[in-house]
């Protein structure tokens, strides 16, 4: 859901290489992929990293072993963990869209909410059905939401130019958990019940109500029908926000994918269906204020916050909820080791700017477009690089024949040269020299490689290490093989989760001349250019690839065909794993750390007498202004109320409550809960006196089993 980075943000490897004691050939953990040598007196500039880098990055790789297994089976663009944003935007749309039908069925009353959901459960297969896949569809999208935060995490795509998508995709995150924890209220079971008192213990902490709201949850009748309806109205409301958030997220990504393809919905749907049909999403027992529960299911994907708020007071809560919020909303400041320097950004050398418009339209992230001419030239535009939007992924680079856009750091002229020169040199030689450019989130990214580009791993090429395979321009290419290079071999990332989005895609299609700037078939043979995307965790099959691509450059290399009954068992087992864990997470147990015995509940909201007016001291009055000396101090100062509690003659409580107010004019209110069995309980309530009133005597029957 939010923009991937460019691969300049990442500490990658494959550039100016270490020894490396444990491989026996130069390892590139300790450098950078677009790591190249400075012009004579001028100091290279840092590349951006963040802290934990490379923790993150075995995670990472986690991930590329995952699609790896996956692919085999399935073709990438069915692959799930490609595509996590798109599929939770699918799953948040079938929520929204079974949530208005089951307004057919569903009564937004706190008297009739839990018969109406009975009702359908047994009268009404279709709505049962629709409740159902509104309730997994809900929980399918948080979970993918939470595997795709996952991802971007560890590929470290949260920095920089990508502050806005990772804070927006935090707020995105607690706005859904947020409508589904007020959709469980809605059902008033008792589930509904504890999330009405946790929410109310944590904004009783806050100067909001005229009254604590947990007032409003002591018995089944004092429940307000207008909060219950006011409950309703947010949930219903709040896609509303989720829209506008999900805008914000992609505002700053170019073709941005909103939701899955045709097939993969189809697959989203069905599975959403079968798990409703078999496993019902059914209501707990219907919410009894009197009544506490000790063990019931929940669904942990919204309602995890249980285990605090039935466990920790409201400032505990308030503490747990903002240190955790101002901590994940604040991770592209304070995870950031290096910032990005501005020679790790796109600029535009302006004589050499056409104003073909190709580097705006190719830009995955909207850091470029097109302005009027400064220089006076014939060209009626110009590009202009915005540096807060650039992530550095040198795209751009690739679609400027011209050579009129590069990044200071990664100069596509200055990485050119010596390249010809090299095959120039192994030509001379009697050599066949070849050249592959690999992306630095690839499996050519660790290969050992010196600072001339040689590697002990690939005998015979000139690796040069590229911030994406979109970067690399098919004129570059066309030269390399006019002076003399046996063949160019292009070394894309993985097919999952691309971290430059559109960079392989453009390189294709430039390739197979469908997209400008195209390869020229009448320069150089494509044949001899040879495109392989190979994930981190594929280090053995480019070494394959490489290998055999230099005994046989022309000979073609069609795709392993997958077969289709394979194809559909892989993809059903995947359903099933990732249906599994939807369901198991939204119906597990929980256990309360209440008591089982029966409290004594006491709530008052009781005005205190008025503190007593009295007669003001010589000393008193000569402190006054002139016009305020009057004899008499006259206040609208309440006394606090005391309450006591007696317990077969032993006293339980005894304290005073302040009353409310600026002026200590309002009432004080008090709610006290006290484990007790049914005995003879005495209680006095008045304002704060040395001796307090008589009571009378009687069974209490406020107490809550």
Not at 148 to 161: D, E, K, N, S, V
Not at 230 to 248: D, E, K, N, S, T
Request: glycine share 8%.
């Amino acid at each position: 859901m939010d923009p991937p980075p460019g691969a300049a943000e990442f500490q990658a490897q494959g550039g100016r290489a270490m020894p490396s004691a444990q491989s026996g050939h130069q390892s590139a953990s300790l450098g950078h992929p677009l790591d190249v040598e400075p012009a004579p007196g001028q100091e290279k500039p840092a590349p951006p990293a963040t802290h934990a880098e490379n923790f993150l990055r075995r995670l990472d790789d986690g991930w590329h072993y995952l699609d790896r297994l996956i692919q085999n089976f399935i073709p990438p663009a069915l692959n799930p963990f490609g595509q996590l944003g798109a599929i939770a935007n699918t799953c948040l749309l079938i929520a929204v869209l079974t949530g208005i039908v089951l307004l057919y069925w569903y009564t937004p009353s706190v008297h009739h909410a839990y018969e109406s959901l009975e009702t359908i459960r047994r009268s009404s297969w279709l709505g049962q059905l629709t409740r159902s896949l509104h309730r997994y569809s809900s929980d399918g999208c948080l979970f993918f939401i939470l595997l795709h935060a996952l991802r971007i995490t560890f590929q470290r795509r949260f920095t920089g130019p990508r502050w806005l998508a990772w804070t927006t995709g935090v707020l995105l995150l607690s706005l859904l958990w947020f409508i589904g924890w007020t959709g469980y209220w809605l059902v008033w079971d008792v589930r509904a019940q504890h999330a009405a008192l946790g929410t109310a213990r944590f904004i009783d902490r806050l100067p909001i109500f005229a009254e604590p709201l947990s007032r409003s949850f002591l018995t089944d009748q004092s429940v307000h029908s207008l909060l219950f309806f006011l409950i309703f109205f947010v949930h219903m409301l709040a896609p509303l926000a989720m829209g506008v958030g999900i805008w914000m997220h992609l505002m700053r990504v170019n073709r941005s994918r909103f939701l899955a393809g045709r097939v993969m919905t189809l697959w989203i749907l069905g599975s959403l269906l079968i798990l409703s049909v078999l496993l019902p999403a059914l209501s707990a027992s219907p919410a009894q204020m009197t009544v506490k529960a000790q063990e019931f299911t929940i669904d942990w994907w919204y309602l995890w916050p249980f285990a605090l708020t039935d466990r920790l007071s409201g400032g505990a809560l308030w503490a747990f909820f903002l240190i955790t919020g101002t901590t994940a909303l604040t991770v592209p400041w304070w995870m950031a080791k290096r910032r990005r320097a501005p020679e790790w950004k796109a600029q535009v050398d302006l004589p050499r700017c056409m104003g073909c418009t190709l580097c705006a339209q190719d830009c995955p992230f909207n850091a470029i477009t097109m302005v009027a001419r400064e220089d006076g030239r014939k060209f009626a535009v110009q590009s202009f690089v915005n540096p807060a939007l650039c992530v550095g992924c040198g795209i751009c680079t690739g679609s400027c024949d011209s050579q009129a856009i590069s990044q200071p750091a990664f100069n596509s002229r200055a990485i050119e040269k010596p390249l010809l020169a090299w095959i120039e040199a192994r030509k001379a030689r009697g050599e066949r020299p070849f050249v592959a450019f690999s992306c630095s989130e690839s499996a050519g990214a660790l290969l050992g490689a010196d600072g001339e580009g040689n590697s002990t791993d690939l005998p015979g090429y000139r690796v040069q290490s590229v911030p994406c395979v979109g970067w690399v321009s098919a004129v570059m290419l066309e030269r390399a093989l006019q002076r003399g290079a046996a063949g160019g071999l292009v070394i894309g990332c993985g097919e999952g989760d691309s971290v430059c989005r559109e960079g392989m895609k453009w390189f294709t299609q430039r390739m197979e001349g469908r997209r400008e700037p195209k390869f020229d078939p009448g320069k150089a043979d494509p044949t001899r250019v040879r495109f392989v995307q190979l994930g981190r965790t594929s280090r053995g099959d480019l070494l394959r690839v490489a290998r055999k691509f230099q005994q046989q450059p022309t000979a073609s290399t069609a795709p392993r065909p997958r077969r289709r009954p394979l194809q559909i068992a892989a993809a059903l087992v995947l359903v099933f794993v990732l249906s599994a864990a939807t369901f198991a997470f939204s119906n597990l147990p929980y256990r309360t750390p209440h008591s089982p015995a029966p409290e004594l509940v006491v709530s008052f909201n009781h005005h205190g007498a008025i503190v007593e007016s009295r007669k003001l001291t010589k000393e008193e009055l000569a402190k006054r202004l002139r016009h305020m000396r009057a004899q008499v101090n006259v206040t609208r100062e309440r006394l606090p109320v005391r309450l006591r509690v007696q317990v077969d003659g032993q006293s339980v409580l005894d304290q005073s409550y302040q009353p409310t107010g600026l002026s200590h004019d309002g009432p004080s209110m008090a709610v006290v809960r006290l484990p007790v069995a049914p005995h003879l309980v005495r209680i006095w309530c008045a304002s704060n006196s040395p001796t307090p009133p008589t009571p009378n005597d009687g069974r209490s029957n406020g107490a809550r089993r």
